[in-house]
């Protein structure tokens, strides 16, 4: 097989939000039936004063038609450049309701993530994975695809057979070396001049600044004041752009698995390998515990053994059923995907004893998931497509050889188990086709209203360490600390930790302290 292998990090990637679902309570994301009848079929704007080329799209009314289970939909229009919103050139942004229950405090935009995480299929699919009854008593829960994300204006590069190929497909040159480096750069700059072709003028205009001020055009066209947002994983960064972009119209947002905005991507890939490994060594702890581990000995001797067996099929890959062949990467994919919730721990253990047996089938029904991959070899969605080009323009990157391989042995270091195979990432994103200008700083939202910050003691892709640094930046920062296991905690933790986002959101009330959930 020729070049492939994508080597990506994976930084905040939130699909397995919404998709852990799959491996963990099986849900199908119930709506609940029993709507108001008298919930409203149009959204009236604020009528606040903007400037004269923006008022097309803040005065936007905007027409709900329903959609299933009670849902209503509907397309908002944007600026392509919000640095020129008088060219008439313009995004689609898809929208999706579940109207309020119950006394209605306003609208509630959420967003599971990503980036590239569909907000739409997330309300749609997951409502009451997404919020729990209260809030769907108290707000319009409304999802969205953010620009360049599923049904909005969207990403496009690559056809099915081509994102296998990328995705799963396996370089030819030994891990880390100067042929590697060229055969991985060579498949990146491929899959960007794609992108850009059958992206076109969109692909500059993904970055997150842009997508925040889609959230203000939302806010006013939904007849909101003030932005509720509730906000999961890399949805962190987004609201906590919109609150330094707009802070006197920060609402309630609830900002859970938070993201430290002034992190470089380098450092986001090391101490994502440490949370990673870290949850990895929490599984193997508990299994080892447990009747049916396929493991033995101490946590230190099956984290050899895995270790093993991701050197073992870097070389010697295992080939499923379909012909595809199992390597690191994809291997290391399959096993983080059921480390995002520790209810999927007992699929984790099946998965491994699989492959130990030389049967790769399990390992990449994980790795589709995580990738939106169906069992016809179709993909669901655009999001590792989306989920590359917004990170490729919201962060720096450097791929001189030097530079990575000193990353790599820091990320090694802090990860020695699986910290090898998520090095390199700046390879990906390195000579895209339009390149992040700015800096990555601290945000403090200055006069901004409350806004809390909730973190897991043992996030793995969202350390917990961001959540105490952005409740700490943002001036109205408020921390929410849940104690335990994987990746975001609202509404899958603890009554401590929904009490508290409920309260804040639908009340406006913040703990006089951490309450330590």
Request: proline share 5%.
């Given at each position: ?33 029993f ?36 849902l ?7 600026p ?12 689609d ?6 109207p ?31 919020t ?123 900002l ?42 101490t ?17 010697s ?27 999927a ?29 169906s069992?016809?070899?179709t ?23 030097a ?77 929410v600390t ?9 509404n899958?933790?603890?009554a ?20 330590m959930?």
């Amino acid at each position: 097989m020729t070049r492939r292998t994508r080597v990506r990090t994976l930084s905040v990637r939130a699909r397995a939000t919404a998709l852990a679902l799959v491996l963990t309570l099986g849900l199908s994301g119930c709506v609940p039936l029993f709507l108001p009848e008298q919930a409203p079929t149009t959204s009236v704007p604020t009528g606040e004063k903007v400037d004269a080329d923006l008022e097309p799209f803040y005065n936007q009314v905007l027409k709900w038609s329903d959609c299933d289970d009670g849902l209503q939909c509907t397309t908002a229009s944007a600026p392509l450049d919000w640095a020129d919103p008088g060219s008439g050139e313009t995004v689609d942004l898809a929208l999706v309701r579940h109207p309020a229950t119950g006394t209605r405090v306003g609208s509630l935009l959420v967003n599971p993530g990503g980036p590239g995480g569909s907000g739409y299929e997330f309300v749609k699919d997951s409502l009451d994975y997404a919020t729990d009854a209260k809030l769907q008593a108290g707000f319009d829960v409304v999802g969205f695809d953010p620009r360049g994300v599923g049904r909005s204006s969207a990403v496009s590069c690559y056809e099915p057979a081509e994102m296998d190929e990328y995705l799963y497909g396996l370089a030819t040159a030994p891990r880390g070396s100067d042929a590697w480096i060229q055969e991985l750069s060579a498949a990146a700059v491929d899959f960007g001049a794609a992108c850009q072709e059958n992206t076109g003028a969109l692909l500059e205009h993904v970055d997150s600044l842009s997508a925040a001020r889609d959230l203000d055009l939302l806010r006013a066209a939904l007849g909101d004041e003030k932005l509720n947002f509730l906000g999961y994983s890399y949805g962190t960064f987004l609201g906590a752009t919109y609150a330094d972009l707009y802070p006197e119209r920060v609402g309630r947002l609830a900002l859970d698995g938070a993201l430290d905005p002034s992190t470089s991507n380098a450092e986001v890939t090391r101490v994502q390998a440490t949370g990673f490994e870290n949850a990895l060594r929490s599984y193997l702890a508990d299994c080892l515990a447990g009747e049916e581990c396929p493991f033995n000995g101490t946590v230190d001797e099956a984290m050899a053994t895995i270790g093993a067996l991701l050197a073992s099929v870097d070389v010697s890959p295992i080939t499923a059923a379909d012909g595809r062949q199992l390597g690191a990467n994809t291997l290391l994919t399959a096993i983080i995907y059921p480390l995002y919730q520790a209810t999927a721990w007992p699929n984790l253990s099946e998965m491994f004893a699989s492959v130990l047996r030389g049967d790769a089938d399990l390992a990449f029904q994980f790795a589709d998931g995580y990738n939106g991959r169906s069992d016809d070899g179709t993909y669901r969605d655009n999001a590792t497509e989306a989920f590359l080009a917004i990170n490729c323009i919201d962060y720096s990157y450097n791929d001189d050889p030097a530079s990575m391989r000193a990353q790599a042995a820091e990320i090694e270091q802090a990860a020695p188990t699986i910290g090898k195979y998520m090095a390199f990432g700046d390879i990906g994103c390195a000579n895209w086709p339009h390149q992040f200008d700015g800096e990555r700083s601290e945000i403090a939202a200055e006069g901004a209203d409350p806004i809390l910050v909730v973190g897991t003691t043992n996030d793995p892709a969202t350390p917990y360490v961001w959540a105490e640094n952005l409740s700490e930046q943002l001036e109205s920062g408020h921390l929410v600390t849940f104690t335990g296991e994987g990746h975001t905690a609202y509404n899958k933790s603890n009554a401590c930790v929904n009490s508290a986002v409920d309260d804040y959101l639908l009340k406006g009330t913040v703990p006089a302290e951490d309450p330590m959930c």
